[in-house]
């Protein structure tokens, strides 16, 4: 449950995905995370942090840790199950299908 209520928390999730690929540093995180205001960012990154899943390198970029990028290839699968999902529901509406999230590998 631990689990669930922290990535449930909004924007932590995000902060994961754009440290899937190696460190960033504040303002760039900021600007990848759709602009959100620094006290956001500064506390998400702070709960991240506190649950080992994001470290903050020696020249202050921010990067996953073990824990983090283990947690992301958790997620692996519930990413791949959203596209299918939204590809459903799409067909159910006649609709062209969603922008989805890149693939997960």
């Known amino acids: 449950m631990a689990a669930l209520d922290l990535f449930g928390r909004r924007w932590n999730l995000r902060i994961v ?10 303002r760039a995180l900021q600007q990848r995370c759709d602009n959100m205001s620094s006290s956001v960012l500064r506390q998400r990154l702070t709960e991240l942090v506190d649950a080992r899943l994001v470290a903050q390198q020696p020249d202050t970029t921010y990067a996953l840790t073990d824990l983090g990028h283990d947690a992301r290839q958790a997620l692996r699968p519930l990413v791949r199950w959203s596209q299918a999902w939204a ?4 067909e159910d509406h006649g609709t062209e299908p969603r922008g989805t999230a890149p693939d997960a590998s």
């Open 17 to 26: 995905w754009e440290l899937q690929h190696g460190p960033v540093g504040f």
């Open 87 to 90: 590809s459903a529901l799409d």
